[in-house]
């Protein structure tokens, strides 16, 4: 973004300098004219900033985000479409071709005739391959009934119906819903891997969540004195708004006096609302990953201490033992 701003600038510099020569020299040809004008379509640039500000707007930049990551998505979805619109139109082109062939040969007597069909639908729908394909994409876009493109058939064969209906619920039944679930795939994907919104997500949630504790913080204060003790964190409890609430974050509340000792992390026999807060976001849920892994550390630690004071106390033993033969280990 520095550099478009610097790009910016410079042009606008440059623009303005061609302005001051243009009204200090009324003789222009019309090769500086041209260049003058070119220059000015550079301010078409200036709109670019505007982009830098969708990091600025959550919705937005989701939504522009995850349409650029379906480009990929749509080019190979369209590549597909092409392909089961050729198949299908030179099917049903050649059937309607044949058609129209033996009709003519019927109307004239001549077998060298060429195609021709009085049916203005097949002339409006099938008269060539790239008019079939079109017909076919039409249809399964709402701009043209399939039917209407359907009924002409009926006078061709029933194979041609046959083959029209089967477009009609392969495209529409099964590749048109795949194509979905792959674009809201992709766009998943996209919007889960932006880091920048990603924190911004989080942030907002923590944010709000921070705020939905102190308000259940303020209601279980019931004395207005800024700290809990255990007898209103239990009468609080008993409260079923306030028990959904912390069962919501994956809080147990049934033992409310384990609970309450746990968020109590000074032991002092009272709660702020920063250790309210910090223990309900802190054993909001199952444990995490890093928390069994401090779990599995501190054991390890502890059963190390162990094995120390083990070896201290047996040394210990040891020296009383050298020192007083006479007492009985």
């Known amino acids: 973004w520095n550099a478009v701003d610097f790009c910016i600038v410079v042009l606008s510099v ?8 243009q009204s200090s020299n009324m003789a222009v040809n019309m090769r500086h004219l041209k260049v003058l004008r070119l220059m000015r379509l550079a301010r078409l640039l200036r709109a670019v900033r505007a982009v830098h500000l969708l990091r600025f707007v959550g919705p937005l930049r989701t939504l522009i985000h995850s349409i650029a990551s379906t480009m990929k998505s749509l080019l190979w979805t369209l590549l597909l479409l092409l392909l ?18 033996f009709s003519a040969i019927e109307a004239t007597g001549d077998p060298n005739a060429k195609p021709h069909c009085e049916d203005a639908g097949l002339v409006a729908y099938w008269s060539s391959l790239p008019e079939s394909m079109l017909t076919l ?4 876009t709402g701009g043209l009934s399939w039917k209407d493109s359907l009924d002409p058939l009926r006078g061709v064969s029933e194979l041609a119906v046959v083959f029209f209906v089967m477009y009609i ?10 194509v979905t679930g792959v674009f809201c795939h992709s766009a998943i994907e996209s919007a889960t891997a932006d880091k920048e919104l990603a924190t911004m997500t989080h942030l907002t949630s923590q944010m ?22 255990i007898d209103e964190f239990e009468q609080g409890l008993k409260d079923q708004t306030v028990s959904a609430f912390l069962e919501s974050l994956g809080i147990a509340t049934q033992d409310a006096w384990t609970l309450f000792s746990v968020i109590d992390v000074d032991h002092s026999g009272c709660i702020n609302v920063d250790e309210f807060v910090s223990g309900c976001l802190q054993f909001r849920g199952p444990a995490k990953a890093v928390q069994l892994a401090k779990i599995s550390s501190q ?28 007492v009985a280990t």
């Open 169 to 178: 619920i392969i495209t529409f039944f099964a590749v048109l819903n795949v």
């Open 84 to 101: 089961i619109f050729y198949v299908w139109a030179v099917m049903l082109r050649q059937l309607v071709s044949d058609h129209c062939r």
């Open 299 to 326: 054991t390890t630690q502890l059963r190390h201490a162990i094995h120390e004071l083990e070896g201290a106390i047996g040394s210990i033993a040891t020296t009383l033992k050298d020192q007083n033969p006479d």
């Open 14 to 21: 440059v623009e303005l300098l061609m302005d001051i020569w």
């Open 208 to 229: 709000q969540l921070t705020l939905a504790v102190r308000q259940v913080f303020g209601e279980l204060d019931k004395d207005s004195s800024s700290t809990l003790t």
């Open 137 to 140: 994409f039409v249809s399964i």
